[in-house]
């Protein structure tokens, strides 16, 4: 039982190693194919600029690697900009095509007309409303996460419990977390299919973000 | 609702945890990795380890240290002190770190905070800012001088003047740690944190003399401050993070339960 950590030159990835291996999850650092296709569950992490990350992830392949586990059913858990390239399009570097397994693009923070300092990056530890079950997350209520980032996605359908097609036919997803920063109320974990992704960094939130890790770790890819 | 940061320094002399006040006159206080693993299980939202000496004796980050740092917390994790270059910074993370402090190489070196934003981002680039009070200086507006290498020397530079470049150039978040207040546990000092807070758009941790939980309510509220660093507080009262900001929290403050 591995776990894949993509590795396409987009940050450090260490700290997710250590988390992963702290719970359990055989955890290993690859850009390679054939141990890609052997393990049983794939990690999408990612810092640096939308442009920059989908220039990496193409020239490994790791799209059709993406695709593919959509496909079939592989369990795959996205952080941080790995959930916003889930989706079809990023708002940064003048716009990037990005992996369009989801319908929506990522967006940037702005600070609202009522408080001009409000920090971007979005960065700290933020709430996590549950706003939808799924089974990496407990039943209802909230947790704390650490976040650092400066766009958000911003899915093509709209509330987070409504999931309907949106009008190109592909299946949407649905808001699994929601959490408020610079007067939005942002897709903080989004799932569809065997692919969970959060936007916040579990690996480095505490008690909250490992119990996320390990249920991952145990999870057969099924959707509820 | 974003929630305010309370942050735990490890200085590191010798391979021990150390507390001094206004950089001198330190004690030993334990192991770091023992510490440190206590901490997190407190409640610490982040961990700083910083290599005090490493600068002064010339020679790299204790780097095994940090990874053994790194394998008990599962919080953000910055590093600090003999960095000496972009290769360094990497060395650091590849160690597990996620974000590294640059003071005296920043200032000697301005480009290394282009570097490393491109190289890993900008939120893995911290600047250290060290200051040190100029009252009525005429070259320092903000009524503070960057100082470097632990305070002894100083730079010329005047401390929001520095921040809003260093900002510019690729910083992701400043700490702004007072040497007048360092240790002394009377309080931040209030009011280059709020100066610094209010001139960049990045975050902000206030650094350098907390003594009780209503100079950490203070670094948030009269400073500006997104996030407190403290060390006196847990090292030698053997206060718990988790008390601290239930304290916080019975303040008003949002802090993390």
Redo the contacts between chains.
């Keep these: 039982m591995t776990t894949a950590i993509l590795d396409y030159r987009a940050?450090?990835l260490?700290?997710v190693r250590?988390?992963l291996a702290?719970v359990g999850g055989n955890p290993v650092v690859t850009d390679d194919a054939k141990t890609i296709a052997g393990a049983d569950r794939l990690v999408f992490p990612g810092?640096?600029?939308a442009a920059h990350c989908m220039r990496n992830i193409r020239e490994r392949g790791f799209d059709r690697v993406l695709a593919d586990a959509m496909r079939t059913g592989k369990p795959v858990l996205a952080i941080c900009i790995g959930l916003q390239l889930l989706f079809d399009r990023s708002d940064e570097d003048d716009g990037v095509d990005a992996l369009g397994l989801l319908p929506g693009r990522a967006r940037k923070f702005a600070p609202p007309p009522d408080d001009p300092?409000c920090?971007?990056?979005?960065?700290?530890?933020?709430?996590v409303e549950y706003v939808a079950p799924h089974p990496l997350l407990p039943e209802g209520g909230a947790g704390?996460y650490?976040f650092?980032h400066s766009y958000y996605a911003s899915p093509a359908w709209h509330s987070p419990r409504t999931v309907h097609e949106p009008a190109d036919g592909r299946e949407a997803g649905a808001v699994h977390g929601a959490t408020?920063?610079a007067g939005v109320a942002f897709a903080s974990m989004v799932g569809k299919g065997s692919f969970f992704a959060a936007q916040c960094h579990p690996?480095?939130?505490?008690g909250d973000?490992?119990a996320l890790l390990e249920r991952f770790c145990a999870w057969d890819g099924s959707p509820c | 609702m974003l929630m305010k940061r309370l942050i735990v320094c490890l200085d590191i002399r010798d391979g021990k945890v150390t507390k001094g006040a206004r950089f001198a006159g330190n004690v030993d206080i334990g192991d770091p990795v023992e510490l440190a693993a206590r901490y997190y299980r407190e409640g610490a939202d982040e961990l700083v380890f910083y290599d005090i000496t490493a600068s002064a004796e010339k020679r790299p980050i204790d780097i095994d240290m940090v990874r053994r740092v790194a394998r008990e917390i599962f919080i953000p994790y910055t590093v600090g002190g003999g960095i000496g270059s972009v290769e360094d910074m990497r060395g650091a993370l590849l160690a597990g770190a996620d974000k590294v402090s640059l003071n005296s190489l920043a200032v000697r070196n301005p480009g290394v905070l282009a570097d490393g934003a491109r190289e890993f981002g900008r939120q893995c680039v911290i600047l250290g800012l060290d200051v040190k009070r100029r009252e009525g200086a005429a070259p320092f507006p903000s009524g503070c001088e960057v100082v470097v290498r632990g305070g002894r020397t100083p730079t010329g530079l005047d401390a929001v003047e520095w921040a809003k470049r260093a900002v510019d150039l690729g910083a992701g978040e400043i700490c702004v740690n007072s040497i007048d207040a360092d240790g002394v546990r009377e309080g931040y000092d209030l009011e280059i944190t709020r100066k610094v807070s209010e001139a960049v758009p990045v975050p902000v941790i206030a650094s350098g003399g907390a003594g009780t939980t209503a100079h950490i309510r203070d670094a948030f509220t009269l400073g500006r401050a997104d996030a407190a660093l403290i060390a006196s507080m847990t090292h030698l009262d053997g206060v718990s993070c988790r008390d601290i900001k239930r304290e916080l929290r019975g303040m008003g403050v949002p802090a993390r339960t």
Excluded: C, F, Q, T
């Design positions: 940050g450090n260490e700290s250590l988390a702290r810092v640096g600029s300092l920090k971007i990056p979005h960065m700290g530890w933020n709430r704390d650490y650092v408020e920063y690996e480095k939130s505490a973000g490992l």
